[in-house]
Structure formats: structure tokens, C-alpha cells
């Protein structure tokens, strides 16, 4: 807005508000304004401003810029409630920013009716395609893709796997048994358990049951090797016997 349009705006002011624009004033209305122009939208601004009763009872409107500028953006906000793009066959993503750019600044100035008419729906879902559809929910579907990006966000290490010994889960430390009030799960290790740094190398890490079975397998040869001790015959001490002319 140059300071002779500003003048214009002002005058528009005066009619309302009886006030005396100067040269002063439409450099300074100029400034303020200078990236609004002065279209309709700007004297309706004015308009709706005067129009609106004040907040408290007897205050005097006075309009300023910031009103014009606000007012002004309401306006032409308004015009663009339920505004449907109109597109076009076959459009590169360049056409389509400079058509809705245009659609846009032609119906929040007024100059093009906002078409509110919505694309319908053709056709619809039959009684087979809904009831395919529901026999799908609440089944798993696997997303690969989705896996795999949280195997790549998986810490290295013993930490990044869960404990098999203490079952600490991904990321927290390995807790000894027994627990307290303070820490239910156990006092919390400085060292990962050994199962769980083997299974974090690819080593192999037995199971509660294979654990079962070595245990049973060693109490078994022990057993067998009491057994075959017990089975010996017991061997006596033997006499020592010196020989003659070197007894004493």
C-alpha cells in the first residue's frame, strides 16, 4: 500500500470515526501496511470494524492498522471455508501448486465463488467385499519392513538382547536374585550375566531343560564312580620288614 492509498483508507476511516488524516499519518499507514493492498477487502475491514460493537459499553472505535490487517485476514479467511480444489487430468506436482495457489488467492478475494461441490464416491463395498474385509481384523499382519528398521535401532552388546538367565529386558542391566522393597527385581549387576554375553556373540546358550539334563548326567557319574570305589577290595597297610643285620 503506497502512502496515496493509504490517504484513500484513511478517508474511509474519517467517515466513520471523524478523524483528520495528515501526511504524517499516511506515510505511517503506508509503513504499516505495506505489504496489504488496498482492494475491497481493505474497506470492508474498515467497514466490519465500525460495524462490530466495542467490547465495553460507550468506548470509542478507533480503528488502526493491525485492525485493517486482522479484519482483513478474517474476511478472506471466510470465502475459503469448504473449498475443494478443483484438479486437473493429469497434472505434474509444479501444475498443481500453481493451480491451488490460484484457486485459492481467486476465491479468498471474492473474485471466484468458492465451489463446495465434493468429488462423490462411485460405487461401494458389496456384502463378499465387507465381509473379506472383517475377516482380517484382529489377525497379525507382518511388516518386514518395519522389522527390519527395528533390528537396525537394536543396541550391540550383551544389553541388546534379553538376559535368558535373569530375563532383564533390552537395555537394562542384569539383577541378582532375591529382591526388595526398593528393588523388587533384585540388585542390578555391574556385569551382564555370562549366558547373556555368549548369547549376544552367537554362542550357544543352554536351556533351563538342557541345563536339567547336564545337571542329572553329572550327579549320575558321580554316582557310578562312588559305586565302583565302594566296589574295590580294601587294601591293608603292609608290614614293613627291614632286613636282618640292619635292625637296630
Given at each position: 500500500?503506497?502512502?496515496?492509498?493509504?490517504?484513500?483508507?484513511?478517508?474511509a476511516?474519517?467517515?466513520?470515526?471523524?478523524?483528520?488524516?495528515?501526511?504524517?499519518?499516511?506515510?505511517?499507514?503506508?509503513?504499516?501496511?505495506?505489504?496489504?493492498?488496498?482492494?475491497?477487502?481493505?474497506?470492508?475491514?474498515?467497514?466490519?470494524?465500525?460495524?462490530?460493537?466495542?467490547?465495553?459499553?460507550?468506548?470509542?472505535?478507533?480503528?488502526?492498522?493491525?485492525?485493517?490487517?486482522?479484519?482483513?485476514?478474517?474476511?478472506?479467511s471466510?470465502?475459503?471455508?469448504?473449498?475443494?480444489?478443483?484438479?486437473?487430468?493429469?497434472?505434474?506436482?509444479?501444475?498443481?501448486?500453481?493451480?491451488?495457489?490460484?484457486?485459492?488467492?481467486?476465491?479468498?478475494?471474492?473474485?471466484?465463488?468458492?465451489?463446495?461441490?465434493r468429488i462423490?464416491?462411485?460405487?461401494?463395498?458389496?456384502?463378499?467385499?465387507?465381509?473379506?474385509?472383517?475377516?482380517?481384523?484382529?489377525?497379525?499382519?507382518?511388516?518386514?519392513?518395519?522389522?527390519?528398521?527395528?533390528?537396525?535401532?537394536?543396541r550391540?552388546?550383551?544389553?541388546?538382547?534379553?538376559?535368558?538367565?535373569?530375563?532383564?529386558?533390552?537395555?537394562?542391566?542384569?539383577?541378582?536374585?532375591?529382591?526388595?522393597?526398593?528393588?523388587?527385581?533384585?540388585?542390578?549387576?555391574?556385569?551382564?550375566?555370562?549366558?547373556?554375553?555368549?548369547?549376544?556373540?552367537?554362542?550357544?546358550?543352554?536351556?533351563?531343560?538342557?541345563?536339567?539334563?547336564?545337571?542329572?548326567?553329572?550327579?549320575?557319574?558321580?554316582?557310578?564312580?562312588?559305586?565302583?570305589?565302594?566296589?574295590?577290595?580294601?587294601?591293608?597297610?603292609?608290614?614293613?620288614?627291614?632286613?636282618?643285620?640292619?635292625?637296630?
Amino acid at each position: 500500500m503506497t502512502p496515496d492509498e493509504a490517504q484513500q483508507l484513511l478517508a474511509a476511516c474519517a467517515a466513520f470515526d471523524n478523524r483528520q488524516p495528515s501526511q504524517v499519518a499516511k506515510r505511517a499507514w503506508a509503513m504499516a501496511l505495506r505489504d496489504i493492498p488496498l482492494d475491497q477487502d481493505a474497506f470492508a475491514a474498515v467497514a466490519r470494524f465500525y460495524g462490530t460493537p466495542p467490547k465495553k459499553e460507550g468506548e470509542r472505535l478507533w480503528i488502526q492498522p493491525h485492525d485493517v490487517r486482522s479484519m482483513r485476514k478474517t474476511i478472506r479467511s471466510e470465502r475459503l471455508e469448504d473449498f475443494v480444489y478443483q484438479p486437473k487430468a493429469d497434472e505434474t506436482g509444479a501444475e498443481y501448486i500453481a493451480r491451488l495457489r490460484g484457486q485459492l488467492d481467486a476465491v479468498a478475494s471474492g473474485q471466484v465463488p468458492a465451489d463446495r461441490t465434493r468429488i462423490a464416491l462411485e460405487g461401494g463395498p458389496t456384502t463378499r467385499d465387507v465381509y473379506e474385509l472383517v475377516q482380517g481384523v484382529g489377525r497379525h499382519v507382518p511388516d518386514d519392513d518395519v522389522q527390519a528398521t527395528i533390528n537396525t535401532v537394536r543396541r550391540t552388546g550383551p544389553l541388546g538382547i534379553v538376559c535368558p538367565k535373569c530375563e532383564a529386558a533390552i537395555g537394562r542391566p542384569c539383577h541378582g536374585a532375591g529382591g526388595s522393597e526398593k528393588q523388587p527385581l533384585g540388585k542390578p549387576r555391574r556385569t551382564p550375566h555370562a549366558d547373556r554375553t555368549a548369547a549376544a556373540s552367537g554362542q550357544h546358550v543352554p536351556t533351563a531343560e538342557e541345563r536339567r539334563q547336564q545337571e542329572q548326567r553329572q550327579r549320575e557319574a558321580s554316582r557310578r564312580a562312588l559305586e565302583r570305589l565302594q566296589a574295590e577290595p580294601e587294601i591293608h597297610d603292609a608290614d614293613i620288614v627291614e632286613p636282618e643285620g640292619e635292625a637296630s
